[in-house]
């Protein structure tokens, strides 16, 4: 979505917005992933208090 963000032009200013709308609901989603301690991220979201 970045990629694409940046490409895009001022005249389609409106699409540009829904997009940023896509992208931070898609971070806020996987935040929730994210290791407190260690910032990293599970690799198997549904798994997270085995070790690996």
Do not use: C, P, W
């Not at 940046?6 to 940023?20: G, P, Q």
């Amino acid at each position: 979505l970045i990629d694409t963000m940046e490409e895009m032009s001022k005249e389609i200013f409106e699409h540009y917005k829904r997009l940023e709308e896509i992208f931070k609901e898609a971070v806020k989603g996987i935040l929730q992933y994210q290791d407190n301690e260690s910032k990293l991220f599970y690799q198997v979201i549904d798994k997270a208090e085995i070790d690996g």
